[in-house]
């Protein structure tokens, strides 16, 4: 069964430091999530997942100290159902650990509930810079028919174990080239992932068109 995706529900161990972010690139993100919130595949509705809102958008930092080529740029926990986010709606992972289940993240709002999942695709492969976590019933339904590859429906989101299946699962060649991966135990959940924020954002309309057509 699917775990519904709460993702008001922080389940990592935080280290924030509240404070103001300088200037973070938040322009192409913010354009693609405009898109993709006009696809209801980002939002908040009060019949949708018990009213918490959905799907979150990242970019790894470049360029950065060597130590911390893994820093990215992550929109903010429950900025969902806002129509526009600002740089105050963004949080900075500075540091994670996904085995250990550890944040520590600076900026106004707390990172979101997916910044795990985020941090391990970055980590395990170095040339990706964007990442697109969404909701879409539609291309989740239809996920094995359309041949996007899946993660098992006994992983919870925002865990260790989700983590370490996803960095397993993201290093195949054939997963790779969809640049898209299904998240079966979290209900209606997709990740998207490319060297650019187009590279990341076209395989979820792709995928939405051919969903329609099934």
Request: hydrophobic residues 40%.
């Amino acid at each position: 069964m699917s775990e519904q995706p709460t993702e008001g529900v922080i389940k990592y161990q935080l280290s924030h430091q509240k404070k103001a972010l300088s200037n973070p690139p938040i322009q192409l993100l913010n354009s693609w999530r405009l898109l993709l919130k006009n696809l209801d595949m980002v939002g908040q509705h009060p019949n949708r997942y018990q009213g918490y809102g959905f799907g979150n958008l990242s970019q790894r930092l470049t360029p950065l100290p060597a130590t911390h080529n893994n820093c990215f740029l992550i929109t903010g926990t429950q900025t969902g159902g806002l129509a526009q986010l600002s740089a105050a709606d963004y949080a900075m992972i500075i540091e994670a650990n996904p085995t250990q289940n550890q944040l520590t993240a600076e900026g106004l709002c707390a990172p979101s509930s997916e910044a795990l999942s985020h941090a391990i695709i970055y980590q395990t492969l170095p040339q990706i810079n964007f990442i697109f976590h969404i909701h879409c019933p539609i291309i989740w339904q239809y996920s094995q028919q359309l041949t996007i590859p899946c993660l098992p429906t006994n992983l919870a989101y925002g865990t260790p174990a989700m983590a370490q299946a996803i960095a397993s699962l993201v290093q195949e060649k054939q997963v790779q080239s969809h640049g898209i991966i299904s998240m079966l135990g979290h209900e209606d959940g997709l990740i998207s992932f490319g060297k650019t924020a187009d590279e990341a954002g076209w395989p979820l309309i792709h995928y939405w068109v051919l969903a329609h057509t099934v």
